[in-house]
């Protein structure tokens, strides 16, 4: 089946620190790959994805790239800001069952940047 | 800017009570998905409609819960009767085209203690 597995938080920096949250999958098919963010008392919103290999996902900073030999999606960013703090969650989306599909979540990672 | 609605954001209730959740999916949107989130679990998926017909419930325990779309703006989640286990936080999504690589815009949740 499709897992998803990403870094244990909670994450905390100092702002303008560099950020990267580990994400690695598991699936049968060809997954699209996202990144939601759940600020907090809020529901998740899309940060960005990427639909096939190598392709690179950006918004607001934020980058991840779609490696598929390591089965990987991790996000990044240069310089991390205090409204960045949230829960970060990595998703899956496989397409190998035909027209019905269902996103598959990591478990998130607190996010938290002190000024 | 268009959002997924929920009602009610709060709800307290007693064991054995009935639970009614709703939600408006953006107008236009032909998917929708209904999602608990609890910190042992995180996001489980517990049902998905394609343009109002019920395509996936297996994440849904069936003795108690039932998901229904009497309209195309409105979806109910259904939990008769309620237990303590079902303390969570049930996030609606919805999206168009039902396609892996489209975005799920997620409302704000229904927070639901059940003493």
């Known amino acids: 089946g499709n897992s998803v597995t990403q870094m244990e938080g909670p994450v905390t920096l100092s702002e303008e620190a560099f950020l990267t949250i580990n994400c690695t999958y598991t699936a049968t098919g060809y997954p699209s790959l996202f990144w939601y963010v759940q600020y907090p008392g809020e529901g998740l919103q899309l940060l960005l994805k990427a639909t096939k290999a190598d392709d690179k996902g950006s918004n607001k900073g934020f980058e991840a790239t779609y490696r598929k030999e390591t089965t990987s999606f991790h996000l990044e960013k240069g310089s991390v800001q205090v409204s960045d703090s949230a829960v970060y969650f990595c998703?899956?989306?496989?397409?190998?069952?035909?027209?019905?599909?269902?996103?598959?979540f990591g478990k998130g990672t607190l996010l938290t940047v002190n000024p | 800017d268009a959002r997924v609605t929920q009602t009610p954001r709060d709800k307290v209730t007693e064991m054995g009570q009935e639970v009614t959740m709703r939600c408006q999916p953006i107008l236009g949107h032909n998917t929708v998905f209904w999602y608990r989130q609890t910190m042992m679990q995180g996001l489980e998926l517990l049902a998905y409609f394609r343009n109002r017909a019920p395509l996936d419930d297996s994440g849904m325990p069936k003795d108690r819960f039932s998901a229904e779309m009497p309209d195309a703006t409105l979806a109910t989640l259904k939990i008769q009767p309620s237990e303590p286990r079902d303390s969570a936080v049930y996030f609606c999504?919805?999206?168009f085209g039902g396609g892996a690589t489209d975005t799920q815009y997620f409302g704000p949740g229904t927070r639901l203690t059940v003493l």
């Open positions: 998703a899956l989306s496989d397409t190998s069952g035909g027209s019905n599909y269902k996103l598959t």
């Open positions: 999504a919805s999206g």
